[in-house]
């Protein structure tokens, strides 16, 4: 059993199970999320403060897993970083480092490629391949910290995949990184970002996680939508905005929507006052991104950028400009593809 995918309350069941004292959990937890931080490639033999027959229990009962680093690329001028991490049955996917004023951040993959097929983006160009554990998630966040010698103040589910398709990976991914036995980060410190899968939305909202929710909405009216994410054919806007809607009532969490200008597509003036329809009641901020050229796609970025986030804010909504870091290297929002070997 992959130990590093187990939940506290699911790690209290399986060492009962094994006929340990209740107090073991949280001795081998608070271990495994903090020594798996040397780096990922640690055994139990290293447990010291436990027995040496509970240690070879462990052993027989559970492992623990690791990536392997591939490659490593650096953005010299912004100081965003790429890992290239293989997994254990040999697929590969992305981590990017991202560094803000206030701390880095961690853009995080939750899936081997991806199902959604957006058309601006790289990362369903190959395919699906599977969902990340919960473990796998964690491990980029051990291995990242340790390998760059930089800590991860922000977790940003918005690597290669689409979150909410790998729902109970991810909502365990959540709670193990927030358990207060292990790495305790705060939710708080955490984007998920999704390109709009509402029955997820909506069970997502039942947790009232405190983190930030992401929607890529790109488009305000239906035809675009639909013309460039297929999503929007099973979830249309309306019901898009009635998802967060749910969300918003039942979290109290301002929700972020992501739009990504694409020259002569959704960065014309009628586009905006669109945007300003639909957002304008909303108690929402939106984040507007530069599009990132991405090798299978013929859309290029919109020279629009400012002038689109006036007639917003002239409208009344509260817009931003997302900083694009690591594009040099393949790291920006929609480039995470693993085409190298
Ligand atoms: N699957 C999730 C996570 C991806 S997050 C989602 O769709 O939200 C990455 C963000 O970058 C999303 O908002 C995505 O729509 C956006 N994106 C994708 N391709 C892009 C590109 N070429 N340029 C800029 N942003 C892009």
């Given amino acids: 059993m992959d130990i590093l995918s187990l939940t506290y309350e699911q790690l209290e069941v399986e060492l009962a199970k094994l006929g340990c004292e209740k107090f073991r959990a949280k001795q081998v937890f608070l271990w495994l999320h903090t020594a798996t931080q040397g780096g990922g490639n640690v055994n139990f033999s290293q447990m010291t403060n436990l027995s040496l027959q509970l240690r070879a229990k462990l052993d027989s009962n559970f492992y623990i897993n690791s990536l392997n680093l591939q490659k490593t690329l650096v953005c010299d001028t912004d100081n965003t970083v790429k890992y290239l991490y293989a997994l254990s049955d040999g697929e590969k996917i992305e981590t990017v480092m991202m560094e803000y004023k206030h701390a880095n951040s961690l853009c995080i993959s939750t899936q081997v490629g991806c199902k959604m097929n957006c058309s601006f983006c790289a990362s369903g160009s190959n395919g699906f391949v599977r969902n990340l554990s919960p473990g796998e998630m964690l491990l980029q966040l051990y291995q990242s910290e340790v390998i760059s010698g930089r800590q991860v103040g922000n977790v940003v589910l918005m690597g290669i995949g689409e979150p909410l398709d790998n729902f109970d990976n991810v909502i365990s991914f959540l709670k193990i990184l927030s358990d207060k036995n292990g790495r305790n980060m705060s939710l708080r410190n955490v984007s998920l970002s999704t390109c709009g899968l509402c029955d ?142």
């Fill in 200 to 341: 997820e939305i909506e069970q997502l909202a039942e947790y009232k996680f405190p983190l930030t929710l992401s929607i890529s909405l790109h488009a305000a009216n239906d035809t675009l939508r639909n013309s460039i994410m297929p999503i929007n054919k099973k979830y249309n806007i309306e019901r898009l905005m009635r998802s967060c809607a749910y969300y918003f009532k039942k979290t109290g969490r301002r929700i972020s929507f992501e739009y990504a200008l694409i020259e002569g597509v959704n960065d014309d003036e009628n586009s905006a006052l669109a945007l300003i329809g639909l957002l304008k009641h909303s108690n929402s901020h939106i984040n507007l991104i530069g599009l990132n050229k991405v090798t299978n796609s013929t859309f290029t970025k919109s020279q629009n950028v400012k002038s689109f986030q006036q007639i917003l804010t002239n409208g009344g909504l509260n817009a931003t400009i997302r900083r694009t870091l690591g594009a040099q290297i393949g790291a920006a929002c929609g480039q995470l593809v693993t085409m190298y070997n």
